[in-house]
């Protein structure tokens, strides 16, 4: 009887061995970047990136193009991502998709309507980065190739984790964190922007590659700003880097004036915001206190370091620097776009809900009326550098 029992759990592990819906690698394209763009006759045109794998490895390689794109035009994503196959051969696999690049006039439209499918679609990861092609064509974004990492979709999504993790200045616009922000209440999405430097036209040619100055390169280019699921404005990438001062950003490298020799820079690794929410008579008010941990990594100034005097006179500096950098960027928000990406309403939501509730339809007339004062401290704790630069001895 043990024999059979044994026999028997054989069988059914045979069995049940594999996935349903195996497909093996030359059976399939995998697709890592969508463009989106409005179409003259239809309502959009879709254009995929797919990878043309035999020239992703160096045995295989012959020089050819390292990706394939394909665009079709018609009224929605499931219908267009169904029938690409009537130009690409093979069924297309968009469980690597890593980038979804929207044009401007597509996004001033509203994108809820194509976020829709993704969203609920289970051919696709929720992980993928919503991006806005910024003075360009969402297409010739993911035309665009690159010596190092050849295909364009994953050169973005490299680039903007390496961004995040050394300058802190990337907003993580992730398909989750967009839908989270669309239904938060006190809070809008925002999303990364790029542009091409260069000539997009030469861009897309495999040869461009070959120069040691490229005809033309992708770029960060700070960050989009919605009201609910439609593209208001912009932010540049150093405003973009401030409002992720108030998002508690990772670790960056901040710089300030010290004086007329110049700048000190100070390399953060630690950095906490917190938000008290209020109202000061019929207007929120609202306290943003940031404390920040940071090393001096450059220093132009003679100022000795080896002086307490210093680090105190420098932390004093960077304090005025980061609450002031800070302000504007807030500020102009609100003044020009008016639209709440920060999350102060649904500070207000969660510290004074009543009151919140009392506005929260409409929350954006609120924000633009706030009071929002900001409060740096910042701690060095050490130097990064030699103690004795060769400056301080250059002017003893």
Same mark, same amino acid.
């Given at each position: 009887?043990?024999?059979?029992?044994?026999?028997?759990?054989?069988?059914?592990?045979?069995?049940?061995?594999?996935?349903?819906?195996?497909?093996?690698?030359?059976?399939?394209?995998?697709?890592?970047?969508?463009?989106?763009?409005?179409?003259?006759?239809?309502?959009?045109?879709?254009?995929?990136?797919?990878?043309?794998?035999?020239?992703?490895?160096?045995?295989?390689?012959?020089?050819?193009?390292?990706?394939?794109? =394909?665009?079709? %035009?018609?009224?929605?994503?499931?219908?267009?991502?169904?029938?690409?196959?009537?130009?690409?051969?093979?069924?297309?696999?968009?469980?690597?998709?890593?980038?979804?690049?929207?044009?401007?006039?597509?996004? %001033?439209? !509203?994108?809820?309507?194509?976020?829709?499918?993704?969203?609920?679609?289970?051919?696709?990861?929720?992980?993928?980065?919503?991006?806005?092609?910024?003075?360009?064509?969402?297409?010739?974004?993911?035309?665009?190739?690159?010596?190092?990492?050849?295909?364009?979709?994953?050169?973005?999504?490299?680039?903007?984790?390496?961004?995040?993790?050394?300058?802190?200045?990337?907003?993580?616009?992730?398909? @989750?964190?967009?839908?989270?922000?669309?239904?938060?209440?006190?809070?809008?999405?925002?999303?990364?922007?790029?542009?091409?430097?260069?000539?997009?036209?030469?861009?897309?040619?495999?040869?461009?590659?070959?120069?040691?100055?490229?005809?033309?390169?992708?770029? =960060?280019?700070?960050?989009?700003?919605?009201?609910?699921?439609?593209? +208001? !404005? $912009?932010?540049?990438?150093?405003?973009?880097?401030?409002?992720?001062?108030?998002?508690?950003?990772?670790?960056? @490298?901040?710089?300030?004036?010290?004086?007329?020799?110049? /700048? /000190?820079?100070?390399?953060?690794?630690?950095?906490? @915001?917190?938000?008290?929410?209020?109202?000061?008579?019929?207007?929120?008010?609202?306290?943003?206190?940031?404390?920040?941990?940071?090393?001096?990594?450059?220093?132009?100034?003679?100022?000795?370091?080896?002086?307490?005097? @210093?680090?105190?006179?420098?932390?004093?500096?960077?304090?005025?620097?980061?609450?002031?950098?800070?302000?504007?960027?807030?500020?102009? +928000?609100?003044?020009?776009?008016?639209?709440?990406?920060?999350?102060?309403?649904?500070?207000?939501?969660?510290?004074?809900?009543? %009151?919140?509730?009392?506005?929260?339809?409409?929350?954006?007339?609120? $924000?633009?009326?706030?009071?929002?004062?900001?409060?740096?401290?910042?701690?060095?704790?050490?130097?990064?550098?030699?103690?004795?630069? /060769?400056?301080?001895?250059?002017?003893?």
């Amino acid at each position: 009887m043990r024999g059979k029992g044994i026999l028997l759990v054989l069988s059914v592990i045979v069995i049940l061995s594999g996935c349903w819906d195996r497909k093996e690698l030359d059976q399939v394209s995998l697709v890592t970047g969508l463009a989106l763009e409005v179409s003259d006759d239809e309502a959009f045109s879709l254009t995929i990136e797919a990878i043309n794998a035999s020239e992703l490895n160096d045995q295989t390689a012959e020089g050819m193009t390292p990706t394939i794109t =394909y665009e079709l %035009k018609g009224l929605t994503m499931a219908e267009l991502l169904n029938k690409m196959n009537l130009g690409i051969t093979r069924e297309l696999n968009f469980s690597h998709t890593r980038t979804l690049i929207i044009d401007e006039k597509v996004a %001033k439209e !509203g994108i809820s309507r194509f976020l829709q499918f993704l969203e609920k679609s289970g051919q696709f990861r929720n992980d993928f980065q919503i991006i806005v092609a910024r003075g360009v064509r969402a297409k010739d974004i993911i035309t665009t190739t690159y010596p190092i990492q050849k295909v364009p979709s994953l050169k973005m999504y490299e680039q903007f984790r390496t961004i995040k993790d050394n300058w802190g200045g990337y907003p993580d616009s992730a398909l @989750t964190d967009f839908v989270f922000a669309l239904t938060s209440p006190g809070r809008h999405p925002v999303a990364a922007a790029v542009t091409i430097r260069g000539n997009p036209n030469e861009g897309r040619n495999v040869d461009d590659n070959r120069e040691l100055d490229l005809n033309a390169v992708i770029e =960060y280019d700070g960050m989009a700003m919605f009201h609910k699921d439609r593209l +208001v !404005g $912009f932010l540049s990438a150093e405003d973009t880097r401030n409002y992720m001062w108030t998002q508690d950003i990772d670790q960056t @490298t901040a710089t300030a004036d010290c004086g007329e020799d110049g /700048f /000190f820079a100070l390399q953060v690794y630690n950095s906490h @915001t917190k938000v008290t929410a209020n109202y000061d008579g019929d207007a929120p008010a609202f306290t943003l206190r940031i404390i920040i941990e940071g090393d001096i990594h450059d220093n132009q100034c003679p100022d000795s370091l080896g002086e307490i005097s @210093t680090y105190e006179r420098y932390q004093s500096i960077m304090e005025d620097h980061l609450e002031q950098k800070l302000t504007t960027t807030i500020t102009n +928000v609100q003044n020009k776009y008016g639209v709440d990406v920060f999350g102060f309403g649904e500070h207000l939501s969660k510290q004074q809900y009543k %009151k919140f509730k009392e506005h929260k339809d409409d929350w954006d007339e609120e $924000f633009k009326k706030a009071k929002i004062s900001v409060n740096a401290k910042v701690y060095i704790r050490r130097d990064g550098m030699r103690t004795k630069s /060769f400056i301080e001895q250059v002017d003893e």
